[in-house]
């Protein structure tokens, strides 16, 4: 990692870290969820960075890959996870916390054990740990507080421009030795108090540009030349799309999603619909140790 990579991947930690400060500030009870995404863009932009990914907000049994559209009506509720992706010249911070916006805080202990579990897991890095390791780490950290982990949500690599890159690292204890090469890692626990595992729900209303082509609609070929020139192959939402292009864009988007030229996301559902929380965040691994780009 050459020096401007490494001070791109610092920077991009810090506006995170500023913009998870002021979504915690905002965000309350009966937000509507298109304000909170609204407002988090908008902090993304005013410092000077772009998102990595629309951020997700996702609520009780949708672990992940949530983001609302314009016309969406749901209220911040439940136990929300807040998912934020910050990028500096394609390099990427990535990091999530959990809200429990019950009255009672019931989900207090589950946000817990999830907050535990990744700070186990990057304690752990000092140790130049295998893949296992880690997985075990976070699987027991939960399992120990009487929760699962999702066994099929993962950590990942990062690379430049890419959210998803080489290696998955697992929540829970695998049988892989491997150990990580210096780079820049994601650390993604998630605990719930169902089975542990998701599926593919409904739309995330999140789309990625997969395979730039021709298209004929005036709308679609303007929405395809502004997201792949701001955000090249990175994540966007229809959102966005709406705000720019207006009523034109959720058809618009459709129409690149069935010509092949988009690839749709879709919500991330725990299969017996309990709630999930998740913690994360984003560390590189270098020759001299792990530097923690998201924390304090
Ligand atoms: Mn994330
Ligand atoms: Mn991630």
Request: charged content about 20%.
């Amino acid at each position: 990692m050459d020096e401007q990579e490494l001070n791109d991947y610092k920077k991009a930690g810090s506006i995170a870290k500023q913009v998870v400060a002021y979504a915690k500030s905002i965000i309350k009870k009966d937000m509507p969820l298109v304000e909170i995404a609204q407002k988090i863009h908008k902090k993304i932009e005013d410092l000077d960075a772009l998102p990595a990914f629309p951020v997700n907000l996702s609520i009780d049994d949708v672990a992940a890959h949530y983001h609302p559209t314009i016309e969406d009506k749901t209220l911040a509720t439940g136990l929300l996870k807040i998912d934020i992706g910050v990028h500096i010249n394609g390099f990427i911070a990535d990091t999530a916390f959990s809200l429990d916006l019950t009255e009672d805080n019931q989900h207090k202990d589950l946000i817990q054990a999830s907050q535990d579990a990744l700070e186990a897991a990057l304690d752990l890095q000092n140790e130049n740990p295998t893949l296992h390791q880690i997985g075990s780490t976070i699987q027991e950290t939960i399992t120990k507080q009487g929760f699962s982990p999702i066994v099929n949500l993962s950590g990942h690599g990062l690379a430049q421009y890419q959210v998803h890159a080489g290696l998955t690292i697992p929540n829970y204890g695998s049988s892989n030795n491997h150990k990580l090469d210096t780079g820049a890692y994601a650390i993604e626990p998630f605990a719930t108090t169902g089975v542990g595992k998701i599926h593919e729900g409904p739309s995330s209303n999140i789309f990625a540009i997969t395979n730039p082509k021709n298209t004929r609609g005036v709308t679609a070929r303007k929405i395809l030349e502004f997201f792949s020139e701001k955000y090249q192959s990175l994540p966007f939402s229809l959102r966005e799309a709406q705000e720019k292009f207006g009523p034109m864009a959720r058809l618009a988007v459709r129409q690149l999603e069935q010509e092949g030229v988009l690839h749709h996301f879709a919500q991330l559902v725990e299969n017996s619909h309990k709630p999930v929380s998740q913690a994360e965040h984003t560390f590189l691994k270098t020759k001299e140790g792990k530097i923690i780009i998201t924390t304090k």
